[in-house]
């Protein structure tokens, strides 16, 4: 808790100087619902340590990931995090709070975000990647920005699968950019409707974004819906669970020209609020549109291999009205965290993390789908999460099984045709049986009407 000295004649002093009579005239531009417009619930004459006290109970009915047993998703998931990926971030010599400019005193933080790329790359099958991204949602913001800068169309195509915070934000980046947002429609089978999205493709539409998985944990037709888009000539961006890509096609595989994400299952703590880690990237054609930094591997006069950050397409660096984006994010340490796991994992390592989602999320499957009155309304494949049905409100079983210290998941009314009942469950590597079983048998006990 930070000391704050401020005395009422220090308060009158900073009043005096700003032209204010009071305290409530300073903040008077602050909408009055915002605003607390009663005295601090606190008693009179506190100790500083009493003060101490007071705040730390408040603080304690705080309940962390450790206290939860967590089957959100949604873009954020509790994954398992080696020891390693703390104890090597934390080392002084990577707590850098900017960019390494100078090649010759930061060739270890450059390699870093040099293999960071190269494993992006390897993940998605395509060319080029930048260093690091702020998350997944400016990402994407990002990736249809390349693909409207690069032509003379003016139209972007979401599919009402994509994830709705994502959407907000490209939405809102597009409004102010007087580019124009249309929706591709969502099919009975919770995939994006192939003929619905041909309807859509106009001669004005520059970018079709494909999730993969979706929303709502299905995986999508991808050959389909990219061979629609080609047809039309329009680019695609893919946004991937970069975990699913261990069991997966990549984005390169299938036609797209970037593919984008967020790399928090990769050994980042699942901070609702951030800071999280967005990746980048696109075949060889779009490298010089790409935003923020790219880092290249040289060698210098005497034949020694090092690390120089190579093409920077930010508007400090060119011709302000040449830059695609004004983005500064390098979310270094997250990458770096993030190249610690995947480095600890590798090959191997990775599929069988693919592989443990599938299993732990095929056995969830089954065990809700054995409890009376509980449906699996979509029976596609799906990765780390699904949709199950309720007979009863999903916003009322989320309430129960918190009040059992269970985040059950995330209720879906409204979202891509889904009704009252509709419930997101993600469930990763780090669940185990015995939760899983616990999950079943407070649906049970809802459902039934004994829990409540």
């Given at each position: ?120 790359c390897r993940l998605t099958g395509l060319d080029v990647a930048n260093a690091s991204m702020y998350d997944g949602a400016t990402a994407l913001t990002e990736a249809v920005s390349v693909l409207i800068a690069s032509g003379r169309r003016n139209t972007v195509v979401l599919p009402d699968t994509l994830n709705p915070r994502w959407r907000r934000v490209v939405t809102t980046a597009m409004h102010g950019m007087g580019v124009k947002v249309v929706d ?115 060698t210098d006069n005497r034949g020694q291999q090092g690390y120089v950050l190579t093409l920077q397409t930010r508007e400090q660096h060119i011709r302000r009205e040449k830059a695609t984006s004004n983005i500064c994010s390098n979310q270094g340490l997250n990458a770096l965290r993030a190249t610690v796991y995947l480095s600890m994992l590798g090959a191997g390592g990775l599929a069988e993390l693919g592989e443990a989602n599938l299993v732990r999320c ?91």
């Open positions: 808790m930070p000391y704050v000295p401020h005395s009422p004649a220090d308060v009158r002093a900073m009043l005096d100087v700003l032209g204010k009579s009071s305290v409530d005239e300073l903040f008077a531009h602050l909408p009055a619902n915002v605003r607390l417009n009663r005295p601090l619930d606190l008693p009179d004459g506190l100790t500083e340590e009493e003060v101490r006290r007071y705040f730390r109970g408040v603080a304690a009915r705080n309940h962390g990931m450790g206290e939860l047993v967590s089957f959100l998703g949604g873009g954020v998931y509790d994954s398992i995090i080696p020891a390693a990926c703390d104890a090597i971030s934390s080392r002084s010599e990577f707590l850098t709070a900017y960019t390494p400019y100078q090649p010759e005193v930061s060739q270890g933080t450059l390699q870093a975000i040099y293999e960071w790329q190269s494993y992006i591709a429609p969502v099919g009975p089978d919770g995939t994006t409707d192939p003929a619905g999205l041909a309807k859509v493709l106009g001669d004005d539409v520059a970018a079709f974004v494909l999730p993969n998985p979706n929303y709502l944990g299905l995986v999508e037709p991808v050959d389909e819906l990219c061979a629609i888009a080609r047809d039309a000539g329009v680019g695609v961006v893919a946004a991937v669970n970069p975990v699913s890509l261990a069991v997966l096609r990549a984005p390169g595989e299938y036609g797209a020209d970037l593919a984008v994400g967020e790399a928090q299952p990769f050994g980042i703590n699942p901070g609702w609020g951030g800071p999280l880690l967005g990746f980048l990237a696109c075949v060889d054609a779009h490298k010089r549109r790409i935003p923020g930094r790219i880092v290249g591997r040289t095929a056995a969830l499957r089954r065990r809700v789908a054995a409890v009376d009155g509980v449906e699996l309304p979509f029976a596609g494949p799906v990765f780390n999460e699904f949709v199950i049905r309720l007979p009863k409100p999903a916003e009322a079983f989320r309430a129960f099984a918190r009040r059992h210290g269970v985040l059950a998941g995330i209720p879906l009314e409204g979202f891509a045709g889904c009704g009252a009942g509709d419930l997101l469950v993600a469930v990763t590597e780090k669940r185990t049986a015995a939760e899983i079983d616990r999950f079943g048998d407070l649906l049970a006990d809802f459902v039934s009407g004994g829990g409540q």
